[in-house]
């Protein structure tokens, strides 16, 4: 079975420029993440997601992120304009639904805000 | 809201000896304890879990405890090797499930042969 898939893996921008994730769940997974992994840190969750509907947004700067995930399956995440503070490792991940199943993590990307 | 401290944040070890990763929490309410393990360039994996009505849960060379009345956890690992090197989190979450996963800051786990 395969995994959460994220691309890029790597992304390096200039400030003020935007840039965007993509995230593949795990197939048959309905409810998916977005964390946000400083350096030396925990992961700390942006977004969750069941389905197509955004449950808990309450931690997504909105000021400059947005996220979607239109039909239900793979969704984006967004930065415009990114700082330097952004610079960070996205992590996506999926579980089979938000009650008592496990949360697989996807290998994240990492930006570097210059 | 919740709030996990993770202790200590850089642990060293003999191959074959027992690790030992401490975490506190401070919502009476959570319930979900869940250990994850990160390596390098790789996003993090969950190795263990516990509910908070029961009080501790092995598998093979892991192990979790739960006090719920100090409100703390912690993460057991015997017989440690090399494999076990990682950065490894600890996390706890309200609810029935893993909806809102609050994580530690992190173990830096090192085996040394």
């Known amino acids: 079975e395969a995994g959460v898939v994220q691309s890029p893996r790597y992304k390096i921008i200039e400030k003020k420029q935007p840039v965007a994730f993509w995230c593949n769940p795990i197939?048959?997974?309905?409810?998916l993440y977005w964390y946000l992994q400083n350096l030396g840190q925990g992961p700390e969750l942006l977004i969750r997601?069941?389905?197509?509907?955004?449950?808990?947004d309450s931690q997504l700067p909105k000021d400059r992120f947005s996220a979607e995930r239109l039909k239900g399956v793979d969704s984006t995440l967004k930065i415009q304009p990114a700082e330097l503070g952004d610079s960070a490792v996205y992590l996506c991940?999926?579980?089979?639904?938000?009650?008592?199943?496990?949360?697989?993590f996807g290998p994240g990307t990492r930006l570097t805000v210059l | 809201g919740e709030n996990v401290e993770q202790h200590p944040s850089t642990l060293s070890v003999q191959e074959g000896d027992s690790a030992v990763i401490k975490c506190t929490y401070s919502?009476?309410?959570?319930?979900?304890f869940p250990w994850y393990k990160q390596e390098l360039g790789k996003g993090p994996q969950l190795i263990i879990d516990?509910?908070?009505?029961?009080g501790e849960k092995k598998d093979q060379r892991i192990a979790v405890t739960l006090n719920k009345t100090a409100k703390h956890f912690s993460l057991h690992i015997t017989e440690t090797q090399p494999e076990d090197s990682a950065v490894y989190f600890c996390?706890?979450?309200?609810?029935?499930?893993?909806?809102?996963?609050?994580f530690g800051q992190g173990t830096r786990l090192t085996i040394n042969p």
């Open positions: 996390a706890a979450s309200r609810g029935q499930g893993a909806q809102k996963l609050v």
């Open positions: 516990i509910r908070s009505n029961v």
């Open positions: 991940a999926s579980s089979l639904d938000p009650l008592g199943s496990t949360q697989y």
């Open positions: 997601y069941e389905n197509e509907e955004a449950v808990d």
């Open positions: 197939s048959g997974h309905n409810t």
């Open positions: 919502d009476s309410a959570s319930n979900y």
